[in-house]
């Protein structure tokens, strides 16, 4: 559910009874799980469940994907960040919740996992991660999984599975997508933690700031993704994740017949008329 909040940090405990803790997280609602707040054409998702970590369970998982299930369904938003509440980004998935499933609930755990992913890269808006603290296993995930991603000086990645016997198989995938093999086979045949500087150098994050300015900057990158035309960004982002695991004779065959429909469209015609008129572009959205 996509709740169009007023600009800033969302509903006070003081407007709303939700923000009372429930007894377990079984009976938390997305609401609790999940805020959405809009700050001018960027949506702002943030994971609430302070207490766990922001754990990735399957409530969570859920209420993350109808939160972009929503912002997907909203042409006025023009971006998404993704934050968590308290010490965590995410610690990654509940392993209370593994350690219970039985039978089919164990598949259903990590197909949602893969829905999750998919989701996030699949919506027309780009997301960007805004990481401040750890982000572990699948929350590693989520952060190579974002489009782009900001972490503050004091956070840190690992994919830890590996010491408790549940190697980060779902994890390597985004990861080994966005640091390169050398780089994720450290992460994940050691499962030790690596800083925000580390991060930046293998490329997991495209920004380190102090946390002070880090939702900030996060914002001002959305910002910035929105000055450009609505449907050429997410003409862009569909091929970028379609053409990456092409061979690259087929990746050009596929982009040179994507950048001739885009240099047909509307917004490209608008937008190299503005360029040598040597005017500002009126973009259709």
Request: glycine share 8%.
């Amino acid at each position: 559910m996509y709740a169009m909040l007023r600009p800033g940090r969302g509903h006070s405990c003081a407007e709303s009874s939700r923000c009372l803790p429930p007894k377990s997280e079984d009976e938390m609602t997305d609401s609790a799980l999940v805020r959405i707040d809009r700050e001018g054409s960027t949506a702002v998702i943030t994971m609430t469940n302070a207490a766990k970590r922001n754990a990735l369970s399957r409530a969570m998982m859920q209420a993350l994907i109808g939160a972009l299930d929503g912002v997907a369904a909203d042409p006025s938003a023009r971006a998404v960040i993704l934050r968590g509440e308290g010490p965590a980004f995410s610690a990654g998935h509940d392993l209370r919740e593994i350690a219970e499933a039985r039978g089919a609930e164990m598949d259903e755990i990590f197909d949602i996992c893969v829905e999750l992913m998919e989701r996030l890269q699949r919506i027309e808006a780009p997301t960007i991660a805004e990481v401040d603290g750890i982000a572990t296993a699948a929350g590693c995930q989520l952060v190579a999984t974002c489009d782009l991603a900001v972490a503050s000086e004091r956070s840190v990645f690992a994919t830890p599975g590996v010491k408790i016997g549940l190697f980060c198989s779902t994890p390597m995938v985004a990861l080994t997508r966005a640091i390169g093999r050398k780089a994720a086979m450290e992460m994940l045949l050691l499962g030790e933690s690596i800083d925000a500087e580390r991060a930046l150098a293998w490329g997991l994050v495209n920004r380190v700031v102090t946390a002070e300015s880090l939702h900030g900057e996060a914002l001002a990158l959305a910002e910035r993704i929105a000055r450009s035309a609505r449907a050429t960004v997410a003409t862009g982002k569909a091929a970028f994740y379609e053409q990456i695991a092409l061979p690259q004779h087929e990746a050009y065959a596929y982009t040179k017949a994507v950048m001739a429909r885009n240099a047909r469209a509307a917004d490209a015609v608008e937008g190299i008329g503005a360029f040598l008129e040597k005017r500002s572009p009126r973009w259709q959205a």
